[in-house]
């Protein structure tokens, strides 16, 4: 007898945790209830993620792990998501014991499907990658990753296609969901206890339905609704509006942090890379950003090793990185996507070695000012939802600022799922420390 039990990782980015949020809501919906240990579950499902080969790597290393568990008792392996769209009957190859392979639209039909191969429906591994134009997915609202704070997905796929990226080809075209579902899904989550929501999509900024645009979007479901902060996931710079940075000064429920991606300084690769603005244009959004919001976190993602990069080239990223002072940032070495513009059109010929150092003294140099960054915090008070403790010491709460910084605070207080002015402090590179406001 298969338990109606299931775990469920996601790897990779926002989108797919809150695709992970909308299968847990079909998986409970079709009488399934979630476990932390695989060694529990009757379905085990791996979210994956296709971006990097690295990612691809963890994935398939995870899924080759839990299969053994196949052994001990009876359940269905499942990997869904990107890596499913691209490997497709190819992560059989790798991972022979997988029950399901279900795409990035194809996902949510886990459970339906389940339930057919119980019946004796479809013997062997069930394959379905096909893409599909709708945006079925709506029909579930989505089980919050934390009980505080939840995704909304606005808009599905991407149209940018930038020259290294995979995500348009597995995730297919921009389609955008109507603001009234969005509206009614985030009073959902409200209902629910989660207080914070954060509104997802490959390029946020380019979000249009019946002329309400991002920044509109943004407005409705701050006046339409109960939640108490709003965040907002990726905003592509070339989409950036006046319209949307004055928002970061007039709307006191959207937090003061951006992830804007620049991918590099140099105006030669950002035109190869098919990013469509100069490092000049970025560097205006966020003067912009800061007028608006002078205390605005900003974070970032950042590729070396692009094809053809020169010394110099790369020096320009850390002279931007230098410039504009990161609260944080993610990044990474090129890695060959293939199907993508560059794998097809570039050599891949900077040496593996020169990624390596080029990004170590990336990392380097952005731990150091995320360090000095953090230490201009000292002293501020921020208002901090609480969302858990400390991985370390259950006794110390753990929260996010505005800025979205991880913040651990001594009280003695039951103070989970509330917002709280907290003091801060001390300061590293990751983490703030700080108290409650008397
Ligand atoms: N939609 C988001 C990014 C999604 S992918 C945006 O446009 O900002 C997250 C990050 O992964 C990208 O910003 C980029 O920095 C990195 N990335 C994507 N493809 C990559 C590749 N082939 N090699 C290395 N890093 C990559
Ligand atoms: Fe990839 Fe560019 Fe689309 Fe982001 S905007 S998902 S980097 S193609
Ligand atoms: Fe990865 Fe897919 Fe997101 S490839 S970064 S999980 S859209």
């Given at each position: 007898m298969l338990?109606?039990?299931y775990?469920?990782?996601?790897y990779?980015?926002?989108?797919?945790?809150a695709?992970?949020?909308?299968?847990?809501?079909?998986?409970?919906?079709?009488?399934?209830?979630?476990?932390?240990?695989?060694?529990d579950?009757?379905?085990?499902v791996?979210?994956?993620?296709?971006?990097?080969?690295k990612?691809?790597?963890?994935?398939?290393?995870?899924?080759?792990e839990?299969?053994?568990?196949?052994?001990?008792h009876?359940?269905?392996?499942?990997?869904?998501?990107?890596?499913?769209?691209?490997?497709?009957?190819?992560?059989?190859?790798?991972?022979?014991?997988?029950?399901?392979?279900?795409?990035t639209?194809?996902?949510?039909?886990?459970?339906?499907?389940?339930?057919?191969k119980?019946?004796?429906?479809n013997?062997?591994?069930?394959?379905?990658?096909?893409?599909?134009?709708?945006?079925?997915?709506?029909?579930?609202p989505?089980?919050?990753?934390?009980?505080y704070?939840?995704?909304?997905t606005i808009t599905?796929?991407?149209?940018?296609?930038?020259?290294?990226?995979?995500?348009?080809?597995?995730?297919?075209?921009?389609?955008?969901?109507?603001?009234?579902?969005?509206?009614?899904?985030?009073?959902?989550?409200?209902?629910?206890?989660?207080?914070?929501i954060t509104?997802?999509?490959q390029?946020?900024?380019?979000?249009?339905?019946?002329?309400?645009?991002?920044?509109?979007?943004?407005?409705?479901?701050?006046a339409?609704?109960?939640?108490?902060?709003?965040?907002?996931?990726t905003?592509?710079?070339?989409?950036?509006?006046?319209?949307?940075?004055?928002?970061?000064?007039?709307?006191?429920?959207?937090?003061?942090?951006?992830?804007?991606?620049?991918?590099?300084?140099?105006?030669?690769?950002?035109?190869?890379m098919?990013?469509?603005?100069?490092?000049?244009?970025?560097?205006?959004?966020?003067?912009?950003?800061?007028?608006?919001?002078?205390?605005?976190?900003?974070?970032?993602d950042?590729?070396?090793?692009?094809?053809?990069?020169?010394?110099?080239e790369y020096?320009?990223?850390?002279?931007?990185?230098?410039?504009?002072?990161?609260?944080?940032?993610?990044?990474?070495?090129?890695?060959?996507?293939?199907?993508?513009?560059?794998?097809?059109?570039?050599?891949?010929?900077?040496?593996?070695?020169?990624?390596?150092?080029?990004?170590?003294?990336?990392i380097?140099?952005?731990?150091?000012?995320?360090?000095l960054?953090?230490q201009?915090?000292?002293?501020?008070?921020?208002?901090?939802?609480?969302?858990?403790?400390?991985?370390?010491?259950?006794?110390?709460?753990k929260?996010?600022?505005?800025?979205?910084k991880t913040?651990?605070?001594?009280?003695?207080?039951?103070?989970?799922?509330?917002i709280?002015?907290v003091?801060?402090?001390?300061?590293?590179?990751?983490?703030?420390?700080g108290?409650i406001?008397a």
């Open positions: 338990k109606k039990t775990y469920l990782h996601s990779g980015c926002q989108m797919n945790l695709d992970s949020g909308i299968l847990s809501a079909a998986m409970d919906r079709a009488g399934f209830s979630a476990v932390l240990d695989p060694a579950a009757g379905v085990i791996i979210n994956t993620c296709s971006v990097r080969e990612a691809e790597e963890r994935a398939l290393g995870r899924l080759t839990l299969s053994q568990l196949k052994r001990k009876t359940c269905y392996v499942c990997a869904v998501g990107c890596m499913a769209q691209r490997m497709g009957d190819d992560i059989l190859k790798r991972v022979p014991e997988v029950d399901f392979i279900l795409g639209e194809r996902l949510f039909e886990l459970p339906r499907l389940i339930a057919a119980e019946e004796g429906n013997g062997g591994t069930v394959i379905d990658t096909a893409m599909t134009d709708n945006l079925a997915f709506a029909e579930y989505p089980v919050p990753d934390n009980p704070s939840g995704l909304v599905r796929g991407c149209n940018n296609f930038c020259a290294y990226c995979i995500v348009p080809y597995l995730r297919g075209r921009e389609r955008h969901r109507d603001p009234n579902t969005i509206v009614d899904e985030v009073n959902q989550l409200v209902e629910r206890g989660v207080v914070e509104l997802v999509g390029n946020v900024n380019s979000y249009e339905f019946d002329n309400v645009n991002f920044p509109k979007l943004l407005k409705r479901v701050a339409e609704t109960d939640i108490e902060r709003i965040r907002f996931i905003s592509h710079p070339k989409d950036l509006s006046d319209e949307l940075i004055e928002l970061f000064a007039s709307e006191p429920k959207l937090m003061g942090h951006i992830h804007l991606p620049l991918q590099s300084g140099s105006d030669r690769i950002l035109d190869r098919f990013r469509r603005y100069t490092y000049d244009h970025y560097k205006g959004r966020v003067q912009k950003l800061r007028e608006a919001k002078p205390d605005i976190a900003l974070t970032t950042l590729i070396v090793g692009f094809p053809s990069e020169s010394e110099d020096n320009m990223t850390l002279d931007a990185v230098r410039e504009i002072q990161y609260d944080a940032a993610f990044m990474f070495r090129y890695s060959v996507r293939s199907g993508t513009w560059a794998a097809k059109n570039l050599i891949d010929d900077i040496p593996e070695e020169t990624k390596l150092a080029r990004l170590q003294t990336l380097d140099l952005q731990k150091d000012i995320s360090a960054v953090n201009r915090e000292i002293g501020k008070t921020r208002t901090v939802l609480v969302d858990g403790t400390s991985r370390r010491d259950a006794s110390i709460w929260g996010k600022t505005e800025g979205n913040i651990l605070i001594r009280s003695e207080q039951d103070i989970k799922g509330r709280v002015p003091t801060v402090l001390r300061a590293d590179s990751w983490t703030l420390h108290e406001m």
